[in-house]
């Protein structure tokens, strides 16, 4: 998602050398300022000549790939001569798949598995897919605790997910994702992805093997 910002020179004399556009007054709540945006496809000149104007693309990439709420943050651009401009952006994520917030970590004793219900929502009012899901036990950060696995699970009221299905609009699916601890002390991470011709994403889980 992108914002084009247009800067103008109102003054009659050329700025000073134009700074690199300010992002630390965009955060998005619960991460660092400004980490979710960047700077596109300008067409800003080391200076700006009387009465000329540039643009820029604000470009929002937010690290979580989920709905949240919106929110405004403080834009700043600097010359010396010319002073600071200050623009408001207002910022929203809203994906046509929504995951619920990502599970915590799994932790599993030698015999006793660790397993957690993922739900996927398609939050449009058409059909989406079909979706190709994939599964990718990335390995272990240190040693090699135990193994992951997506399944299903019949039991629970929100139905399974599976791969190559079509989500109709407002519907909701589920995987059953399970963390087997094999070797006792460890972690391992694993990777749920799914895509279709419009929609990408994507979601960590870690485990912990304990002893």
């Not at 690199?20 to 200076?47: I, K």
């Not at 408001?88 to 015999?111: C, H, M, N, W």
């Not at 109709?168 to 991470?189: E, F, I, P, R």
């Not at 992805?193 to 889980?205: C, I, Q």
Request: hydrophobic share 35%; glycine share 12%; with cysteine.
């Amino acid at each position: 998602m992108s914002q084009t910002i247009t800067i103008t020179n109102t003054g009659t004399a050329p700025t000073g050398t134009l700074e690199l556009p300010d992002l630390s007054g965009l955060d998005e709540p619960g991460g660092a300022p400004g980490a979710n945006f960047m700077v596109s496809s300008s067409t800003c000149p080391s200076s700006l000549a009387a009465g000329a104007s540039c643009q820029f693309d604000l470009v929002f990439t937010p690290s979580r790939h989920q709905n949240s709420a919106p929110w405004t943050g403080d834009l700043t651009e600097t010359a010396s001569p010319g002073g600071t401009a200050h623009v408001s952006v207002t910022a929203q994520y809203t994906s046509k798949l929504v995951f619920e917030d990502r599970p915590a970590t799994l932790i599993a004793t030698p015999g006793a598995d660790a397993a957690t219900h993922f739900q996927i929502t398609n939050s449009t009012a058409g059909d989406i897919g079909p979706i190709d899901f994939n599964f990718t036990v990335i390995g272990g950060m240190v040693n090699v605790a135990g193994t992951f696995t997506a399944t299903t699970d019949n039991g629970v009221a929100i139905p399974p997910c599976s791969d190559m299905m079509t989500l109709h609009g407002g519907d909701s699916c589920q995987w059953l994702v399970t963390y087997t601890n094999v070797t006792g002390s460890g972690s391992n991470t694993a990777r749920l992805t799914f895509d279709t011709s419009t929609v990408h994403g994507s979601v960590l889980f870690s485990g912990v093997g304990s002893p």
